[in-house]
């Protein structure tokens, strides 16, 4: 989905978080997808709590990659933040598999717990 050449942006510690920030960008923007094709759904009331998971997963995944982007110290918690919102977006979107936008935002939510998981050190 979203491919950046991060290696010219990062230094010192921030290069420890390269996969995971990658995982986290290409969520937030799957999330941002998600959430605005929802919108066009036809059975709106059934997309509102997707809706409000991929906003907060977006913001989530963007609160994480920002910190990690700057080898912060508070990027450990913001990433097991950040994957409990993935699960949660990964859960509500699987019940809307029937839409293609939802099932890849479900995909990409996976692959950033999984990637905050590990980046904290907890098995994912």
Do not use: F, W
């Given at each position: 989905?979203?491919s ?6 990062l230094?010192?510690?921030?290069h ?6 990658k ?5 937030m ?9 929802c919108?066009h759904?036809?059975?709106?009331n ?6 409000r ?8 995944c ?15 918690e913001l990433?097991r ?6 699960e949660?977006c ?9 839409h ?9 939510c ?9 980046m904290?050190?907890v098995a994912?």
């Open positions: 989905m979203v950046a050449d991060l290696e010219q942006y230094h010192g510690k921030s420890e978080y390269e996969s995971c920030l995982a986290c960008l290409e969520c923007v799957a999330c941002d997808m998600c959430s605005d094709a919108l759904e036809e059975d709106l059934m997309m509102v709590e997707c809706i998971l991929d906003r907060d997963c977006a913001d989530a963007n609160a994480a990659s920002r910190a990690m982007s700057r080898g912060g110290p508070l990027s450990a990433c933040s950040c994957a409990e919102a993935c949660r990964a859960a509500e979107c699987e019940k809307h598999s029937h293609r936008h939802c099932t890849v935002c479900a995909e990409a996976r692959r950033c717990a999984a990637e905050c998981h590990k904290v050190g994912a």
